[in-house]
């Protein structure tokens, strides 16, 4: 009985990242020093500098077409790389491997490189969202480079670096990724009032608080920060399994922290910061963000506090001392109020379940995104984190969204396209 030989497909994946500045090897010998980063580590010394010495080849050759826009990627047949200039004379390259099918070819394996997988737009965001996650636990590279600290920088993105990319799991980028927008929770005025009125005590009680953030079910209710910077915090609350990576390469996970009552009034607890506040030995760090960085570059430590499915993130100026009788100031405050609240938006989340009914199937899928306010809205993905995207349509139907999402990118008026799939489906885009 003759049996079909199988096909193994594999996913794209990740290459090699490598950061460079030109400026900083400029002589024949010193090549090695423009290499502020690279992955893997264990690559041989000179096919770093070669690899990074073809990178810099293409963005200046690129540049005698158009100055002002160098290249973005590069297609090759087995991998593609991307481009992104974040600051000035700092570039960051992001290999990607293209997804490869291997066939039985005359009893030997061959390899067909499926190069039309990959959508540019796609990867070239996530290259970006490397940059801004940097940037919000360490700040910006000139800062650092302000104080002329080359080995500083070099050591926080290789301890940044070394875990965050063990985070980008390529294959399971999408559409969501070109958005990264924000989730809301959707609320009805008085619930909503309750929540802004809790806000308005703590900061006034706790009057160190600069801004704070208000999320239930990882779905933003109220934020005090500016738009770009709760983007990029949301991100790694939400998607990125809960991780909170610090300048001096502190880590809290805290998605798989057991539930700790605080006492017996309320059910809070410190997700970044003291686990037991009765214990007289506690010694504790928060993770300190960085924000604002065009303007008045603000640094804040971050605590974030959690009861039941609602989270609330605090920020306070770096320059203040958070001591122990703050953290249990803040978790006597605001541990019983926030248990109430929690309750009450739990209530009204299950009574608006039962009148839409949303446990049913929708008789249709989209992905909505508004550019205003970046809120973004999903029924073809019914769970997204850093390593897996579970979704209920066919790859070749997000593949078709993110052509779409391209195509829109050159339009300059209100836009509309259909698609007929191979497998039936119609896709609709609208701008």
């Not at 005359?106 to 190069?115: I, M």
Request: charged letters at 25%; a negative charge; hydrophobic letters at 35%.
């Amino acid at each position: 009985m003759a049996f079909a030989a199988q096909e193994k497909r594999y996913a794209p994946s990740l290459q090699s990242f490598f950061i460079y500045n030109p400026k900083f090897g400029p002589r024949e010998g010193e090549e090695e020093k423009k290499i502020l980063f690279y992955h893997p580590n264990e690559v041989e010394k000179n096919e770093k500098i070669r690899n990074v010495g073809l990178c810099e080849a293409i963005v200046q050759f690129t540049r005698t077409f158009n100055p002002a826009k160098p290249a973005k990627s590069l297609h090759t047949q087995k991998n593609r790389q991307f481009f992104y200039e974040p600051e000035e004379g700092f570039w960051m390259v992001m290999v990607v491997k293209n997804p490869v099918v291997e066939k039985q070819k005359d009893g030997k394996p061959a390899l067909e490189y499926q190069e039309d997988e990959i959508l540019d737009k796609v990867y070239s965001s996530v290259l970006q969202q490397c940059y801004r996650m940097y940037k919000l636990f360490n700040g910006t590279f000139s800062k650092m480079m302000e104080a002329e600290q080359v080995e500083l920088l070099k050591d926080r993105l290789e301890k940044f670096f070394h875990r965050f990319l063990q985070t980008l799991h390529l294959q399971s980028c999408d559409l969501l990724d070109v958005f990264g927008g924000i989730s809301f929770f959707p609320l009805d005025k008085m619930t909503y009032l309750k929540i802004q009125s809790f806000i308005n005590r703590v900061e006034e009680s706790l009057n160190i608080v600069k801004y704070t953030a208000f999320l239930y079910n990882d779905q933003l209710i109220w934020s005090g920060l500016e738009q770009e910077d709760m983007r990029i915090l949301y991100n790694n609350l939400t998607v990125r399994s809960s991780q909170v990576y610090g300048p001096e390469g502190l880590e809290e996970d805290f998605s798989h922290t057991p539930e700790m009552p605080g006492n017996l009034q309320h059910y809070g607890r410190f997700l970044t910061g003291p686990l037991n506040l009765s214990d007289p030995e506690l010694k504790f760090r928060f993770p300190k963000i960085f924000v604002n960085t065009e303007d008045t570059y603000e640094e804040l430590h971050l605590i974030v506090y959690k009861t039941m499915s609602a989270s609330v993130c605090f920020m306070v100026v770096a320059s203040v001392q958070i001591n122990a009788e703050f953290c249990q100031k803040l978790d006597s405050l605001v541990g019983p109020q926030l248990t109430l609240l929690a309750s009450d938006i739990c209530e009204q989340y299950n009574i608006n379940r039962r009148i839409t009914g949303s446990e049913k199937e929708p008789q249709f899928k989209f992905i909505y995104f508004n550019h205003m306010n970046l809120a973004e809205k999903s029924t073809i993905h019914l769970r997204k984190t850093s390593n897996m995207s579970l979704t209920s349509v066919q790859p070749e139907l997000l593949k078709i969204l993110g052509d779409i999402n391209s195509d829109f990118t050159r339009a300059d008026e209100d836009e509309e396209i259909i698609v007929k799939a191979m497998s039936d489906y119609w896709v609709v885009g609208k701008m």
